[in-house]
């Protein structure tokens, strides 16, 4: 049931194309803190190469995913098919942050259409594609994409967004550094 690929074949990237949530997984390195697994909507996916990902992160109450990426750059993203013939899609790989205002930022950035709110693009190296069957994820129909988080991001504001990272992103629940957090420790965010 399960295959296992070195990179997304054009079947593995229409099947991910056509999903509207994935989930996105991380993890410290010493085994005592807390894995991580987030789900993720909007159109924030970006399918760069059959090898390469990236996706608009938006600020949220934590910044885990940043952390565990400062620490040790493993990440895994799950796709599953909630309509249509089953399939659970996983990929494995090495991520990194990326901020705005960097040389990075510049070049993925107009891959994107920046929604409010957004902090970083979560930018990933697949190493390893796999599948397996979704035989018991249950079908589900699609609505559209809750307003909610990006009503909140507009009210808040640039500034209001800035304090917000500065107070709830800087920092995972284990006390592990973020992207943001390394930043304004230097003072350049």
Known sequence: MGKV???MHP???????????FFVGSAPLDGEGHVNLSPKGHDVLRLLSANEVAYLDLTGSGNETSAHLEENGRITLMFMAVEGPPMILRLYGKGRVVL??????????????MLPGARQIIAIQVEVVKTSCGFSVPYFSYEGERPTLQQWAVQKGEE???????EK???????????????????TL
Do not use: C
């Not at 079947?11 to 949530?21: G, S």
């Not at 209001?160 to 500065?166: D, I, K």
């Open 5 to 7: 690929f070195d990179f």
């Open 11 to 21: 079947e593995h990237l229409a099947f991910i194309a056509k999903q509207h949530i």
């Open 100 to 113: 705005p205002g960097t040389p990075e930022w510049e070049t993925l950035a107009p891959q994107f259409t």
């Open 160 to 166: 209001g967004l800035v304090a917000y990272r500065q």
């Open 169 to 187: 992103n800087t920092l995972s629940m284990d006390g592990l550094v973020t992207t943001i957090g390394q930043k304004l420790s230097t003072n």
